[in-house]
């Protein structure tokens, strides 16, 4: 697996494995959002210097992503807390991607946020 950092135009990838029914079942957020729903808090999240994210791939196609931030902003669970958030395609799971893609970026991340 390659870890990269996100982009952008990864909003549509990160928008698409959210709406996965095991990965939307152990989210904090459950109920059903829009793409143009998602887009805003994309922007919001993907923009802020509080939020760090990373994306693991597989032959060339994002297969996860993690990312780690500070909370002030009003979405957070806990304001004042930190939140990693991290997401595996079904079809890569069992693999120690997720623990790689920890493994490898919670380092950067803490020295960042």
């Known amino acids: 697996m390659r870890i990269r950092r996100a982009r952008y135009e990864d909003g549509l990838f990160v928008y698409a494995l959210s709406q996965e029914p095991s ?3 152990a989210s904090v957020r459950t109920e ?3 793409l143009e729903q998602h887009l805003a808090w994309w922007e919001r999240r993907f923009m802020a210097r509080t939020q760090a994210w990373w994306i693991g791939e597989a032959v060339g196609r994002p297969i996860g992503y993690v990312r780690y931030g500070r909370c002030g902003l009003a979405e957070c669970t806990h304001m004042g ?6 997401a ?7 693999r120690g991607h997720g623990a790689r893609l920890l493994e490898r970026t919670h380092g950067d991340a803490l020295r960042e946020l």
């Open 88 to 94: 595996i395609h079904p079809d890569h799971r069992g």
């Open 32 to 34: 059903p959002f829009s």
């Open 23 to 25: 990965v939307k079942a």
């Open 81 to 86: 807390s930190s939140e990693v958030s991290l």
